[in-house]
């Protein structure tokens, strides 16, 4: 079976090294010695100022939203993972869905401005699959109307705009370090801002409010990782180079194999160094799609169908026109793609789509 995705497994020496030690100073978690230089890896590797490590992706985007003290209506994405619209629900607000851009996959601009009403108190907008944002037209948006910019940046580990980290736009950045990303520590997540004050709300807010032992400064929520997860995401770390390099000559290997077909790729920003984590392809129909997906399933190949559905047919939001990004939703397949897939794997994955598609 050849899955959608595989976690990268470092040299397990390496691990077997670092359990030692965490055995031997007998700290499991709550702000150990792994933990305090992963995250500084971490905030050295993005430039960041500020950097906190969480849980996962999903709690970083739930302190982000508390932390910023976001109500009413947050303008967002149809075109994410579940866990960027129910952050959102889960914190007290409302999603309001602004279309796509069918070419970037992300939120449109041109579109937000219509959307926003007297209750708006922020953009929540996913770069999606690394792909940046228009960070400088949501920027100018949200000075103009007074908003705060929250970036589900879960896919961005390694891409930069403009000669920086994708991390340090908008008041606050996401991250997800899970075991399916390409830079992960397990189940992992971070928070990244510049905002000083904002950074010690969130770091009171990882640990349930915590002010020393009997103090508390904030509402808190257990938000922390741990010495084993953070030495697994420094272990992962090292191998950084080598990680990106093989995703991009696989997604180059992608590119040649399917040259001649009327699959769409998504369009990258200008001025991006991008991380090649996902091969999205766009096919010309849902029915197209469909027969790919069942071609390369009967051979015990998944490709997944990511992101759907789309965001604005949640069962618990409110009904929103993106029909934009349901289209999207029913004809993307992601491909798979992981360390240890092979160009054998990845020749006999692209002759399936190019058999199926000419059937
Ligand atoms: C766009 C996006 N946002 C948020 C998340 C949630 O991250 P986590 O799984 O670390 O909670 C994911 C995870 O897949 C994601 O793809």
Not at 93 to 116: G, H, M, R, S, W
Not at 156 to 161: D, L, S, V
Request: proline content about 4%.
């Amino acid at each position: 079976m050849i899955p959608v995705t595989k976690p990268y497994f470092p040299d397990l020496t390496e691990i077997k090294k670092a359990l030692d030690e965490i055995w031997q100073n007998e700290w499991i978690t709550n702000n150990g010695p792994y933990f305090q230089r992963y995250e500084e890896e971490l905030r050295d590797f993005f430039s960041a100022e500020h950097l906190l490590v969480t849980t996962n992706g999903t709690i970083a985007l739930q302190i982000a939203i508390k932390a910023l003290g976001l109500t009413g209506e947050i303008i967002t994405t149809p075109f994410s993972y579940v866990a960027t619209s129910s952050a959102i629900v889960w914190e007290g607000a409302e999603p309001v869905y602004v279309d796509i851009d069918p070419e970037t996959f992300n939120i449109d601009p041109l579109k937000i401005e219509q959307a926003i009403t007297p209750k708006t108190t922020a953009i929540l907008a996913t770069h999606c699959f690394g792909n940046p944002c228009d960070v400088d037209a949501i920027a100018a948006i949200a000075q103009k109307h007074g908003l705060r910019v929250i970036y589900d940046a879960a896919h961005c580990f390694g891409t930069n705009f403009r000669g920086e980290s994708i991390m340090n736009f908008g008041d606050v950045s996401t991250l997800s370090l899970h075991a399916t990303k390409l830079i992960h520590c397990g189940e992992g997540g971070a928070i990244i801002t510049k905002d000083s004050e904002l950074n010690k709300k969130m770091w009171y807010m990882r640990n349930f409010g915590h002010d020393g032992p009997g103090r508390f400064q904030e509402v808190g929520v257990n938000g922390k990782n741990s010495e084993l997860h953070a030495a697994l995401g420094s272990v992962v770390l090292r191998d950084m180079k080598q990680i990106f390099a093989k995703r991009k000559d696989q997604s180059e290997r992608y590119d040649l194999l399917l040259q001649n077909t009327k699959l769409r790729k998504q369009r990258i920003h200008h001025s991006t160094d991008f991380n090649y984590a996902y091969y999205p392809v766009v096919f010309q129909s849902g029915e197209s799609r469909a027969r790919v997906q069942e071609a390369l399933k009967q051979q015990d190949i998944l490709a997944r169908r990511y992101f759907y559905p789309s965001l604005s047919s949640l069962p618990y939001v409110s009904d929103f026109d993106t029909p934009l990004s349901d289209a999207l939703a029913d004809t993307i397949l992601c491909l798979p793609l992981f360390h240890t897939l092979t160009d054998e794997d990845q020749q006999r994955i692209g002759g399936i789509i190019l058999g199926a598609l000419a059937a």
